[in-house]
């Protein structure tokens, strides 16, 4: 596992910029994306870049069940507003939240996984340890998926919604099987909230408990912390 601890938002998305642009300059075509305040500065450095995407597929992690892509608070939004329209994709998927049929919905987004096998997947992580939105108890077996949100999820998102009852309670999203499969992870996290869940995550038990404990099994890792989320760590 290779941990890079910056001191500022500046220096964390050169760094996650400097992760893709390596993987590009590899031969990497997939790209796989998440959402959340935590990969803005990666993408905000990605679109100010040269680097180009235009040859390039990248799915999305996950998304509300019930919201359009045309939705300001879905994650396809999200995703136009803080990269696409910067740095498009030759393709680029989100799970279909508008599609209330689940098994189909789950079923169709996996089968696009498997057809593009992703070189780099970039995450942030929740408070309570979940990766996409899987949430603790989420099987490591588990592939994409209609999850019910745990309450801390629903208060910790509600701040993207003007009412905490606007934040859908269902999401679609890549199970931790699905996410294992990538051929390099970058996890990001940064501030004093994120200190507990990185300690567990990064140093504690591996268990279902803690989604993201089972980072630990994955052979290539880059984790990008800044001073404050990684102030619990063991780091020599
Ligand atoms: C959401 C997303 C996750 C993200 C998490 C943390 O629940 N589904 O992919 O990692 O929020 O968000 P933030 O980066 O804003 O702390």
Request: proline share 4%.
């Amino acid at each position: 596992m290779n941990i890079i601890v910056v001191d500022n938002l500046a220096q964390a998305g050169q760094a996650g910029k400097d992760v893709f642009a390596k993987e590009l300059n590899n031969g990497a075509k997939v790209f796989g994306l998440a959402t959340g305040s935590t990969p803005i500065s990666t993408y905000d450095a990605i679109g100010n870049s040269d680097l180009d995407f235009s040859d390039c597929i990248s799915i999305n992690l996950d998304e509300y069940v019930g919201l359009k892509s045309t939705d300001s608070q879905s994650y396809h939004y999200f995703m136009q507003k803080h990269l696409f329209d910067k740095k498009p994709f030759k393709k680029s998927y989100v799970p279909d939240g508008s599609n209330l049929d689940a098994a189909k919905a789950t079923e169709d987004y996996e089968k696009i996984i498997n057809q593009n096998p992703i070189d780099l997947q970039i995450l942030g992580i929740g408070r309570n340890g979940h990766i996409g939105f899987n949430e603790p108890g989420t099987p490591f077996d588990s592939l994409t998926h209609e999850i019910n949100l745990t309450e801390s999820t629903i208060e910790a998102n509600a701040r993207f919604f003007e009412n905490i009852n606007d934040v859908p309670r269902k999401a679609y999203s890549m199970g931790i099987a699905s996410i294992m499969g990538a051929k390099h992870i970058l996890l990001e996290a940064f501030g004093t909230q994120k200190a507990e869940i990185i300690k567990a995550a990064l140093e504690g038990p591996v268990t279902e408990d803690v989604p993201a404990s089972v980072l630990q099994k994955h052979p290539n890792i880059t984790v990008i912390l800044d001073r404050d989320s990684a102030a619990q760590l063991n780091l020599n």
